[in-house]
């Protein structure tokens, strides 16, 4: 269970921000970096869970809010032992799973996509193809991250089926994909 009683600590006046395991790193680093824009995605979620509220998909948006904040924690716990414990939260494979059977749900009303689509169509869509853009960036942040260090798999797993889950919710919002807006290659040459 978290507690704050106190939001600011001063702890970080120096630049420096702590790791679950009680060690500190610059507030600059990619391990930071990988945490800051899994927060960030967590944000637009926000803003679209505030838009879908009323609707079919609000469950499935506060899911995946929950699952961000334990995919920070995950990246929040350096070390190469990806196992969950009581101690230790971990991104585990059933999570990408759910993701998995999400979009699956979701493309079945769906026709083929026969052209890329602009981000848009209706403001619920939008908001949800900008949360995709900001979960890409975490994604690319998480990769450059495992190239320095240890980074759980499942963790890096999941944040690639996230945006292909928000891309096919985007086109779900807009009508099952009628309401989508087709790019047309070339069009204003």
């Not at 899911?63 to 101690?87: C, H, K, V, W, Y």
Request: aromatic share 4%.
């Amino acid at each position: 269970m978290v507690k704050l009683n106190k939001i600011y600590t001063r702890t970080g006046d120096d630049g420096t921000t702590g790791l679950v395991d009680g060690s500190r790193l610059p507030k600059h680093a990619a391990r930071m970096e990988a945490i800051g824009a899994v927060d960030e995605s967590n944000s637009a979620l926000g803003l679209c869970a505030v838009e879908l509220a009323q609707s079919d998909h609000a469950a499935m948006i506060t899911r995946i809010q929950n699952d961000l904040f334990d995919l920070g924690a995950d990246l929040a716990t350096p070390g190469d032992d990806f196992a969950p414990s009581e101690m230790t939260l971990r991104i585990v494979a059933s999570q990408s799973e759910w993701i998995e059977a999400a979009i699956d749900r979701l493309n079945e009303a769906m026709p083929p996509l026969t052209s890329f689509i602009l981000p848009g169509g209706s403001e619920a869509a939008a908001r949800v193809h900008i949360a995709r853009a900001s979960v890409r960036r975490a994604e690319r942040s998480a990769v450059a991250l495992a190239q320095q260090e240890p980074v759980n798999p499942a963790a890096l797993t999941y944040l690639n089926r996230l945006s292909d889950l928000l891309f096919v919710l985007a086109r779900a919002i807009n009508d099952n994909g009628a309401g989508d807006v087709l790019w047309v290659p070339g069009q204003n040459r």
